[in-house]
């Protein structure tokens, strides 16, 4: 299943964008309890899952999981502070690994994809912003205004770019899996 943050990303970023990801990154498959990123470690790598589930820890104590879509290194990528959590497989996954080196050298090179990178990123931190900011009003730490909200809900607009979306990320995670254009199609 395709979360819905994955709109964001593929909804902001054109075709050579994601082509330039995949030549970029590598496919990488993870293994069931095999950690991506470290808490207080600098990554040096973003991530997108492709398959399978990870799970978001701090000081130990699971906090969230993530599936197929989310994006995971993207807090350091923007503001090289070590990580405040561990993310660990789950299960055995794969995701692409975007190194940052030629990430930032492409974010500084072409400001066109930078703002649409930049943007995607925006709204894919935002829409997990109030996913957060939901969960605090069962537990009783938001405002009393914010308990009379209703919950959350997608936009129009995303609403009906969510089959498109969906069938664009099947079309990026075979692009992942056979590589690069004039790559030989095997495991990279």
Same mark, same amino acid.
């Not at 819905?4 to 993870?30: C, N, P």
């Not at 072409?110 to 990178?117: G, H, T, V």
């Not at 069962?138 to 770019?161: F, S, V």
């Given at each position: ?5 994955? +709109? %964001?990303? +593929? ?12 030549? =970029?990154? &590598? ?8 950690? #991506? ?32 879509? &989310?994006?995971?290194? &993207?807090?350091?990528? +923007? ?8 993310? %660990? ?6 995701? #692409? ?22 943007? =995607? ?7 997990? #912003? ?28 995303? +609403? ?29």
């Amino acid at each position: 299943m395709v979360v819905r943050d994955v +709109l %964001h990303i +593929l909804g902001a970023l054109e075709d050579a964008d994601l082509e330039w990801l995949v030549a =970029a990154g &590598e496919l990488r498959r993870v293994r069931a309890g095999e950690a #991506l990123i470290l808490e207080q470690r600098g990554p040096d790598t973003l991530f997108v899952v492709l398959e399978g589930e990870l799970v978001v820890s701090r000081a130990g104590l699971p906090l969230t999981r993530l599936g197929v879509g &989310e994006v995971v290194g &993207e807090m350091s990528l +923007l503001d090289e502070r070590p990580p405040s959590a561990t993310v %660990h497989a789950d299960d055995d996954s794969e995701v #692409l690994a975007v190194p940052y080196g030629p990430l930032r050298a492409k974010l500084a090179a072409d400001p066109a994809f930078s703002s649409r990178f930049h943007h =995607a990123l925006c709204t894919f931190l935002a829409n997990r #912003l109030g996913r957060a900011d939901a969960l605090l009003v069962p537990l009783g730490w938001a405002p009393r205004a914010a308990t009379e909200r209703a919950p959350p809900q997608l936009a129009t607009r995303t +609403l009906e770019a969510l089959g498109l979306a969906a069938a664009r990320f099947d079309w990026f995670r075979r692009r992942v899996r056979s590589g690069p254009r004039g790559h030989d199609g095997g495991t990279r």
